[in-house]
């Protein structure tokens, strides 16, 4: 099982970033896609998810209406756009796979992003 993150870096406070997360070794359309993020010397925070079927995603209030989660079953990739960045978005950004049948977890490596003039 791999889950694989790409897209972080540095972008500038109201700037935009895409991250993507390529899956391989499990039946991804069968399960519930998320992103976390970790910002140092915090606690790892749900920043969106998005059901296995594609129609349902949720966001806390921190990211709502910033954040786009998606992914194209196909592709065995799933997507967060990120849009009206801020600092306190920096962190460690990891993708999750979470299958509800057998409560098995994946978890990617994480990405870094920085937001920062």
């Known amino acids: 099982v791999r889950l694989v993150e790409s897209g972080g870096g540095l972008v500038q406070p109201g700037g935009s970033l895409r991250l993507s997360c390529q899956a391989s070794?499990?039946?991804?359309?069968?399960?519930?896609m998320s992103w976390y993020r970790q910002a140092p010397g915090k606690e790892r925070e749900l920043v969106a998810r998005i059901a296995s079927a594609g129609g349902s995603t949720n966001y806390p209030d921190s990211v709502k209406g910033r954040f786009t989660i998606s992914r194209d079953n196909a592709k065995r990739t799933v997507y967060l756009q990120m849009n009206s960045l801020k600092p306190e978005d920096t962190a460690v950004y990891s993708c999750n796979a979470f299958s509800r049948i057998f409560i098995i977890n994946y978890w990617g490596k994480g990405i870094l992003v920085t937001v920062s003039s």
């Open positions: 070794g499990f039946t991804f359309s069968s399960y519930d």
